[in-house]
């Protein structure tokens, strides 16, 4: 899998690219993440690649062409599945969607900055807008990095232990139970029972019953869905 990130500011993003799981991916050929400077597209003596909005108003507006001119260059290079934009009015981020995206070859993430993007290129070049939460950031680098990196570790291979992807919260509209590890009792404080009688079908069913329980009582709203 293949994916672009465009950004005002992508010196932000290398350090982490190089430093998590995702520099594994990479190594491995399962995950190419290529950081593209928006500025380097921008035909402005200066470089800049926002302007003032038409109409008037406070903040200034990510222009069209140095965005476009980028885009395009990585379109002549291969098929895009998806042109991503991170906006806080996107739609909201969640398990199923980084599912779906994982399964993509090639994806563009448009890192929002200012007021925003010119609205036409939402309009005719953007196909995916999305939201980390409800609520605003200076930037959509770190949205794209929570993005990518949550796609990433669903890439086979990229984690070490293959089935922990799986088990992970919210596969499968559920928290996932409490995990402990050794020792056993440090200072009085006890791990169940349970957990340590080798007793393989009683541990899942227990923690199937702590993730139910979890969920009940911290997501009760996950429970609800499909
Ligand atoms: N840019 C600023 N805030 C954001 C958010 N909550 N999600 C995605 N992109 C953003």
């Known amino acids: 899998m293949r994916i672009d990130i465009l950004s005002a500011v992508p010196d932000l ?3 982490f690219f190089e430093h998590s799981i995702l520099k594994r991916a990479n190594e491995r050929n399962l995950l190419e993440v290529h950081l593209h400077n928006l500025h380097d597209y921008s035909a402005k003596k200066f470089k800049q690649i926002d ?3 038409f109409g008037g108003g406070a903040g200034m ?3 069209i062409e140095p965005i476009l001119k980028c885009i395009e260059s990585l379109q002549k290079e291969r098929r895009y599945d998806e042109i991503i934009f991170t906006t806080p009015d996107g739609e909201l981020l969640e398990q199923k969607m980084v599912n779906t995206l994982s399964l993509k070859e ?3 993430i448009l890192c929002g900055h200012y007021k925003g993007i010119d609205e036409r290129l939402r309009e005719h070049i953007i196909t995916k807008e999305i939201s980390i939460g409800s609520y605003v950031l200076s930037g959509g680098e770190l949205p794209a990095a929570i993005i990518v990196d949550a796609i990433g570790r669903l890439i086979p291979g990229v984690l ?3 089935t922990s992807a799986l088990s992970d919260s919210f596969q499968d509209n559920m928290l996932a139970p409490p995990v402990y590890t050794r020792p056993a ?4 404080w006890k791990v169940p029972e349970i957990l340590l009688s080798g007793h393989e079908k009683k541990i899942e069913e227990w923690r199937n019953q702590q993730a139910l329980e979890r969920t009940k009582q911290r997501r009760p ?3 609800q869905n499909d």
Do not use: A
Request: aromatic share 10%.
């Open 13 to 15: 993003l290398q350090s």
């Open 51 to 53: 302007d003032y909005q």
């Open 61 to 63: 507006v990510m222009c």
């Open 106 to 108: 090639n994806i563009i």
């Open 160 to 162: 070490n232990d293959e």
């Open 185 to 188: 009792d440090y200072n009085g």
């Open 221 to 223: 709203d996950l429970l």
